[in-house]
């Protein structure tokens, strides 16, 4: 079954190389939409059905932790698979991040990085053997 993704990020770039990587891992895509803040991701999470978020952390009108925040107060979003991508240094910060459910990724990752934190979050499986079940 197709997973729809919603990618928050500041940079469209930024935005651009995460769905690539997301492709490249094998997992099956379903819708990808995207916002360029923490408002426009929530938005976005409460207009469309979305079965997993990618957010960055600082972003201007509204950063990725006060998003996440939102997400847990909010019943329909509390559930939602989230994972954070950034440069962030602070320990602090990611442990208060991790604490609240997300999965949290350095800059720079890998397709297998972000693969296997997917299915960890997920519970899907079979994510990375497109090539297989491309076959006949
Ligand atoms: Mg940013």
Known sequence: MPLNVLIVDDSSVMRAMI?????????????????????????????????????????????????????????ELSALPTIVISTEGSATRIQRLEKKGVTFIHKPFTPEIIRDAIQDLTGITGIGDSDESGAF
């Open 19 to 75: 769905i690539k990587t997301i492709r490249m891992s094998g997992l099956d895509l379903g819708d990808v939409y995207q916002a360029g803040n923490g408002k426009e991701g929530l938005d976005a999470a409460r207009e469309n059905w979305v079965d997993l978020v990618v957010a960055d952390i600082n972003m201007p009108i509204m950063n990725g932790e006060e998003m996440i925040d939102q997400m847990k107060a909010d019943p």
